[in-house]
């Protein structure tokens, strides 16, 4: 079953509607839950009145800011979130109040009984504001030094990147601005919270991240770990925008314990925007030098980005910004510096091709101008500077499989790049860029011991395998890897395995799906527990038929020794295997080696494997209106070995759709803090008719590290989609793009900057 092309095996149950997702789920006298905002960016709460709400007949329990005191976060190093507001609010749509009633409606009409008296303060609206010094009030967080709204800072520099580009023959520069945008996934954020015996509570929920919200839940309730049980059902989307703990799954279980009743909420596609979490908007100015013949000799960038009113993954997207611009390319003189600010907004998280996707734009636009003006041919000027496999970069960053060079050959020969590339009428143009990513984290969130990832696999007298994963499947496909992972080591057919995901009460901890970390090391767990599990069979078969283990061969729902002697059924096999001990399990873990340097920073990017790609985007641009029309799109992608190739297939097609969003239409938009295009109406994401077609190409390299060889394909293929397309425009119309998304007016202001001598 490994490389071979896999339907998934709840794909049956999606399309026929029979999947149950969160909302599904229906607990008997369930209580709905509404949510009080604030109205204000920013404001000190003076008084919150839920008494009248109380006293309503049809509402059953209600809570404020001072019943969840405890801050919590993804991040123990930044936990500066309140499950509701204390003393004051920090973004329009923030909560303050919740209300648990007998139907949504009565809930909704509750809100409207509680008063709350607030002192508007000054808002910080851009990170211009948050990077300058202010007075107190002006503080969103008292943390932030000197009176400013700095969350984080970062900065390394290995070399002396400055000097590097002081002494460069070829130097380009340029200031760059990403706008911020949401994740766009299909199902609303729900929450089910279910009181049990004991003081316990099962929260089921749309999460990405079952065992981090299970220990953000006990420490906001102060209960015992063991008294939560997270559950993640059927999950329609995510791309990292819930892979954090969030305030209203903690609600939801506190007003669960406190009513003795099951609590359910299910958001507007409004409060899912006012949640965000989605990717920061970015101001960056970056500088690249190379040498006459096209080699990259330094490079330095000074990052902004926006994190919005709270932390969540913001400290790992300060040093992704800069730490993941050390590939696929040598580049041995190298710094960075990156400040996240705190602003009167949404927080911004992490999102797919998390902290890397607008840097790599703007490292990529560089090197096409670097290229243009050696005369030199954009491919060829990234032939020369690529990263071989098994090496060190400047940053300590350890390079096992690179399929890079593969990847840009075959986008290059496919879109007949040679023949093409500036040479193509006025307003139609090819463009290209590559990219770089990690297959997962070296570091957990919490430091600790514990494995990264832990699979059990159990064998039980009726011949079926279970396999038990705290790892998310969040439509990625993991529980169908399990699955196929369990046929190929004992030879079954697909439905003798059954999956059990993401349940902390029935599964072992996997810390969940984010950093594109899940087929690395969840599917190693399981590898390491399915072969266990194998050897203990074939062990019990030898010693019943006097014969050797490793003779033994697994395959069609047969054991058989290589010379005959044994030739087995698998329900024989399970048989002598479970004689007189029952049923069995082995368990398999993941623990990343020890990577990395020892400087401040040294952690951040650190991965087992990375994954690489290339990507050639063919445009065309109405020079008339601007507007542009992505003809088609050629990716490749580096992922080790393809354990589903149809997974991965799909994989890429998502994040060359999900780069096209953001390159060309997706903008949070807002005014005075409050978002302006909170549904799907005014956030404008590309539709089918909007999609180009797509040519994909799976580059195998083999990782030596990973299962079966395999490393990440869920993100990394994000990274080149995005500079294709402006490296594109530029060769259609001869301008370039630093400001995204790359909208019709944009494209049309600096045609016509361009005409009157001021943009180059």
């Given at each position: 079953m490994i490389g071979k092309a896999t339907p998934y095996i709840d794909a049956q149950a999606k399309v026929t509607g029979t999947a149950r997702y969160t909302d599904d789920f229906v607990e008997s006298n369930a209580l709905h839950v509404a949510f009080m905002r604030s109205p204000f960016a920013h404001a000190r709460i003076l008084r919150v009145d839920v008494s009248a709400a109380e006293r309503s007949p049809l509402v059953k329990a209600v809570a404020v800011g001072s019943d969840l005191p405890t801050p919590f976060g993804i991040l123990p190093?930044?936990?500066?979130?309140?499950?509701m507001a204390v003393d004051k609010v920090r973004f329009i749509g923030e909560i303050v109040a919740a209300v648990a009633a007998e139907s949504r409606e009565a809930a909704a009409a509750a809100l409207q009984l509680i008063n709350v008296d607030y002192e508007e303060l000054p808002a910080v609206r851009s990170p211009e504001q948050a990077l300058s010094k202010g007075a107190p009030e002006g503080q969103i967080h008292?943390?932030?030094?000197?009176l400013t709204n700095i969350h984080k800072r970062a900065e390394l520099s290995f070399n002396d990147p400055q000097e590097a580009l002081r002494s460069a023959k070829h130097v380009r520069s340029g200031e760059f601005s990403f706008a911020g945008v949401t994740h766009g996934f299909t199902e609303p954020h729900a929450t089910i919270a279910i009181p049990e015996a004991n003081g316990c509570v099962t929260v089921i929920s749309a999460t990405q991240v079952p065992h981090y919200?299970?220990?953000?839940?006990?420490?906001?309730?102060?209960?015992?770990?063991?008294?939560?049980?997270?559950?993640?059902?059927?999950?329609?989307?995510?791309?990292?925008?819930?892979?954090?703990?969030?305030?209203?799954?903690?609600?939801?279980?506190?007003?669960?314990?406190?009513?003795?009743?099951?609590?359910?909420?299910?958001?507007?596609?409004?409060?899912?925007?006012?949640?965000?979490?989605?990717?920061?908007?970015?101001?960056?100015?970056?500088?690249?030098?190379?040498?006459?013949?096209?080699?990259i000799e330094g490079l330095w960038t000074?990052?902004?980005?926006?994190?919005?009113?709270f932390a969540s993954f913001g400290v790992v997207t300060t040093y992704y910004n800069g730490v993941l611009l050390q590939g696929p390319y040598r580049i041995d003189r190298f710094g960075f510096r990156t400040r996240r600010v705190y602003t009167n907004k949404p927080q911004s998280g992490a999102m797919r091709g998390h902290g890397a996707v607008n840097s790599r734009y703007a490292v990529e636009t560089l090197i096409d101008m670097l290229a243009h003006d050696r005369g030199i041919d954009p491919c060829d000027f990234r032939l020369r500077n690529f990263l071989p496999k098994n090496t060190l970069t400047v940053g300590q960053l350890r390079i096992t499989s690179n399929g890079v060079q593969a990847c840009l050959d075959a986008v290059r020969k496919k879109s007949d790049w040679d023949n093409r590339h500036g040479k193509l009428p006025f307003g139609r143009g090819l463009g290209v860029a590559c990219g770089f990513y990690i297959s997962g984290s070296a570091l957990p969130i919490i430091w600790n011991r514990q494995p990264q990832s832990v699979v059990h696999a159990k064998l039980d007298f009726d011949g079926s395998i279970v396999v038990y994963s705290g790892a998310s499947d969040i439509g990625q496909g993991s529980d169908t890897m399990f699955a196929q992972m369990a046929s190929n080591v004992l030879g079954l057919s697909l439905d003798r395995i059954k999956v059990v995901s993401a349940d902390t009460k029935l599964t072992p901890v996997d810390l969940g799906s984010y950093s594109s970390r899940v087929t690395f090391m969840a599917g190693n767990a399981a590898k390491k527990a399915l072969d266990k599990l194998r050897a203990e069979v074939a062990l019990g078969i030898a010693q019943e038929k006097g014969c050797m283990a490793e003779e033994l061969e697994f395959a069609d729902e047969r054991v058989r020794s290589k010379d005959g002697s044994v030739d087995l059924s698998w329900d024989e096999a399970v048989e002598i295997a479970?004689?007189?001990?029952?049923?069995?399990?082995?368990?398999?873990?993941?623990?990343?080696?020890?990577?990395?340097?020892?400087?401040?920073?040294?952690?951040?990017?650190?991965?087992?494997?990375?994954?690489?790609g290339a990507c050639i985007a063919e445009v065309d641009v109405d020079s008339?209106?601007?507007?542009?029309?992505?003809?088609?799109?050629?990716?490749?992608?580096?992922?080790?070995?393809?354990?589903?190739?149809?997974?991965?297939?799909?994989?890429?097609?998502?994040?060359?759709?999900?780069?096209?969003?953001?390159?060309?239409?997706?903008?949070?938009?807002?005014?005075?803090?409050?978002?302006?295009?909170?549904?799907?109406?005014?956030?404008?994401?590309?539709?089918?008719?909007?999609?180009?077609?797509?040519?994909?190409?799976?580059?195998?390299?083999?990782?030596?590290?990973?299962p079966y060889g395999a490393k990440e394909?869920?993100?990394?293929?994000?990274?080149?989609?995005?500079?294709a397309i402006g490296n594109a425009i530029y060769d259609a119309v001869c301008v370039r793009m630093f400001d995204l998304p790359m909208t019709p007016d944009r494209i049309l202001r600096a045609m016509r900057d361009k005409e009157s001598g001021a943009h180059s």
């Open positions: 190093i930044s936990a500066d979130e309140t499950a008292a943390h932030s030094r000197d919200l299970q220990r953000a839940i006990a420490k906001v309730l102060a209960i015992p770990l063991h008294r939560v049980r997270v559950i993640k059902p059927t999950l329609g989307g995510g791309f990292g925008g819930k892979s954090d703990p969030f305030p209203h799954e903690i609600i939801c279980a506190f007003l669960a314990q406190k009513s003795g009743r099951a609590v359910r909420c299910n958001f507007s596609r409004e409060e899912v925007f006012l949640t965000n979490h989605g990717r920061h908007p970015t101001t960056l100015s970056m500088s690249l030098g190379c040498d006459d013949v096209g080699k000074d990052v902004v980005i926006d994190g919005g009113a479970t004689a007189m001990r029952g049923a069995f399990v082995e368990s398999g873990v993941y623990i990343s080696p020890k990577l990395g340097g020892d400087f401040k920073g040294s952690g951040a990017g650190l991965s087992p494997s990375y994954s690489f008339l209106t601007g507007q542009v029309r992505v003809v088609k799109i050629w990716s490749a992608h580096d992922c080790g070995r393809a354990l589903n190739p149809l997974a991965v297939e799909g994989q890429i097609e998502g994040s060359v759709h999900m780069g096209l969003g953001q390159a060309l239409y997706e903008e949070m938009k807002y005014k005075d803090g409050r978002v302006l295009n909170a549904n799907f109406c005014d956030y404008q994401i590309p539709t089918s008719l909007d999609t180009p077609e797509i040519d994909v190409t799976i580059i195998e390299s083999e990782d030596p590290e990973g394909a869920g993100e990394g293929p994000i990274h080149p989609v995005l500079p």
